[in-house]
């Protein structure tokens, strides 16, 4: 009993460190654009806004891997000025022209709660997040956050959390300046269904002009953490990379904590072998020592078997 208090201890204790650090090493990030009071006046959808129909010249874009907000579902949108390209520098996020606007929808089944924009305006990505109001007819700019009550059916309700302006820039924070987190050019390297067609989504970019022709053939492709034929190493190391690294990486909020959690990182230098016990608590507690920091009220049950599923195996090697 005295060694589990222990090891109780030394978590609170070291979760407590990283907090305070790294409130410590965050600077301010100011937007230089400011955003209109009504979603509906960036052009984003046409017809009723509550259909959520995109404009037509506004792209759906899809991902391999995709970030877990307690279980909201998401709907992802870019827009780019007229006779502007994204250009591919590596498997990383592209290269977004001036004005590039993406869009990101969170909603549960008839219930859209928020949409989050970046902004690309004078070389800086700009943040913003709207509420949507209960008739699904207009979403309002925020300042300061909300809460909203999920109703769900036979389950727990979700307190789900709108995080203000400050809480998206320190997910988007590298290096000091904001930055997209999950359009890279490999988790968008994947099929998709266009016209009741299956279509490479990159090749799908292409042709419609708004990517830069280009050889496709070098580009990776990014594991789905969902899919069971991908190995556990794979999937493990996907989730990470879409909950945990934007934080844990060089250049991020918790860069400092030796937990390096991007893709690429090799397993000897991620600090994984070290703080396996520390991930699991983080993940199941809840408050404001539960993992990922941000975005999230409740454990993610498929994740955290998924990881643990991946530590175990960690173990035995």
Known sequence: MKASKLVVTGMLTFS?????????????????????????????????LKERIPDDNVRLLELSSTLYTDHADKQRLLKLPP???????????PQFPEGSLLAKTFYY???????????????????????????QTEALLLTNGATVQIKQNNKPDINYHIPTATECISCHRSNGTLQPIGPKIRNLNRMIIRNNKSVSQLTDLQQQQLLHATSLKEITTFPDY?????????RARAYMELNC???????????????????EIPFGKTGLARQQPNIIFRMETSGALHMPKLGTTTTDPVGLALIKAYIKSLDRS
């Open 16 to 48: 407590i460190t990283i907090v305070y650090f790294g409130l410590r090493n965050t600077g301010s990030i100011e937007n230089n654009y400011t955003f209109p009071g009504k979603l509906s006046d960036l052009k984003l959808f046409k017809g009723p």
């Open 109 to 135: 089944p008839n219930q859209p709660i928020e949409t989050r924009i970046l902004y690309l305006k004078n070389g800086k990505w700009n943040a913003a997040t709207y509420q949507w109001n209960v008739t």
């Open 226 to 234: 969902n899919d069971p034929e991908q190995t556990l190493t794979l």
């Open 245 to 263: 690294a934007h934080c844990h990486q060089a250049g991020g909020m918790a860069g400092y904590t030796n937990l390096l959690l991007s893709y």
């Open 83 to 93: 006779g502007t390209k994204l250009k591919i520098i590596d498997d990383g996020l």
